[in-house]
């Protein structure tokens, strides 16, 4: 990285950026500062990501997708047929899938690990964590592809997409040529199938196919558009895995704990002691929107602020997690909280693969677990690497 990118990541690190939350909460929790606008407290974050019609999102990153010829979902504001294509995921990503995911999942964690078994040394990034998540978009999702290609296509659509908030020209090339060729595979493996007059297995690119047939609305493009959904899936499970694992492991006590939950196949806990270290350091600290006409933050409060046309919020989650009115004792380290964490979203606009993380992330993290004597590897090797934006590059774990 750049002496420019280090200060950059020094101080948007979690560390400093919960600091600064923690101040404004107190003082200001509605804070207008150019033409941002913080917002830290839990009940307001909640408030602003349910009232879609006021905070939008395509300003943010959804024209970015349109430009990348990759619009989905989480890039489209309110509309029929933004609500016509929830609808349609909710069909074909079913609650139901998740014991097999699980299973699944399993795999690949059992495997991939006893790849390293000679060596007693494993890359949680892209040994282990990413590459998973590519080979469960292939078996759930249905898009095959070559790993590495797949994993450079997805950081390059997401970086641009989601994290280019500086316009920076080389991630933006990369991010539109990286779309570009994303959408010509999915085309080319839509009308194979299509073409090929088999049978097609069960997954759920091939149930957006058999769906067209009793929805006219529903063209290859309209396929196409809809599992891009998967662009979510490789590198944000991969960073909340890193993270969790990292925390995890500066906590000897809670590490010890969680171990024997994942030992034990307890995996309700493990689960929890899973997305409780996740607070600490989660994936994405503050969800982006868009004050489109005009609006109030802390309705009916003594810091209630009225928000010009043309802001871009800044829904810190972050914030919002360490908030003592709506979470108790929030410095301590408590997987028993009944709480919603916010780490995939709130309202609309929650991550259409939330269910699904639930459940993968806690399998990667359980069979880490499992290790005998799992610990960092020595110096810089074990600690998380990042790349040049936010997504982790390395952290190399060793067990014996």
């Not at 079913?94 to 060596?119: G, H, P, T, V």
């Not at 558009?225 to 006590?253: A, F």
């Not at 493990?270 to 350091?281: D, G, I, P, S, W």
């Not at 964490?341 to 606009?349: A, K």
């Amino acid at each position: 990285m750049t002496l420019k990118q280090n200060i950059k990541a020094f101080f948007t690190s979690t560390p400093v950026l919960r600091f600064v939350f923690g101040v404004l909460r107190k003082v200001q929790p509605v804070a207008i500062i150019g033409k941002n606008v913080y917002v830290t407290k839990y009940k307001d974050v909640a408030d602003v990501l349910i009232r879609e019609d006021e905070f939008t999102v395509y300003e943010i990153d959804g024209h970015k997708m349109k430009a990348m010829g990759s619009e989905f979902i989480l890039g489209l504001d309110a509309s029929p047929e933004t609500t016509r294509d929830r609808e349609m995921l909710a069909q074909v990503i079913k609650r139901e899938d998740l014991n097999k995911i699980k299973d699944f999942m399993k795999e690949q964690a059992i495997e991939l690990i006893k790849a390293k078994s000679d060596i007693k040394k494993i890359d949680t990034v892209n040994e282990y964590a990413r590459y998973a998540s590519v080979k469960l978009v292939d078996y759930y999702f249905g898009v095959p592809a070559d790993v590495k290609t797949m994993m450079n296509w997805q950081r390059a659509c997401f970086n641009e997409a989601f994290v280019n908030l500086d316009n920076d020209k080389v991630i933006h090339d990369k991010g539109i040529k990286a779309a570009k060729e994303v959408s010509v595979h999915l085309l080319k493996i839509i009308k194979e199938r299509k073409d090929s007059g088999k049978n097609l297995e069960d997954n759920v690119l091939n149930r957006l196919i058999l769906k067209q047939k009793d929805n006219e609305w529903l063209t290859d493009d309209a396929v196409r558009r809809n599992i891009l959904c998967i662009l979510g899936v490789v590198e944000n499970t991969s960073k909340v895995v890193t993270h969790i694992i990292d925390e995890l492991l500066k906590r000897p006590t809670e590490f010890s704990k969680a171990k024997k939950a994942a030992e034990t196949d307890d995996f309700q806990t493990l689960k929890n002691y899973c997305f409780e270290a996740l607070r600490f350091n989660p994936h994405n600290p503050a969800v982006l929107r868009y004050c489109k006409k005009g609006s109030v933050i802390g309705i009916g409060t003594k810091y209630e602020k009225k928000i010009p046309q043309g802001k871009i919020v800044y829904a810190a989650t972050l914030g919002a997690i360490f908030d003592p009115e709506a979470v108790k004792n929030p410095d301590e380290f408590d997987p028993d909280r009944n709480v919603e964490y916010m780490h995939f979203g709130y309202g609309p606009h929650v991550c259409t693969g939330k269910y699904i993380s639930e459940v993968t992330v806690p399998v990667l993290i359980g069979e880490l677990l499992k290790l005998n004597n799992l610990r960092r590897a020595n110096g810089r090797e074990g600690r998380i690497l990042y790349d040049e934006i936010v997504f982790p590059d390395r952290l190399i774990l060793e067990f014996d």
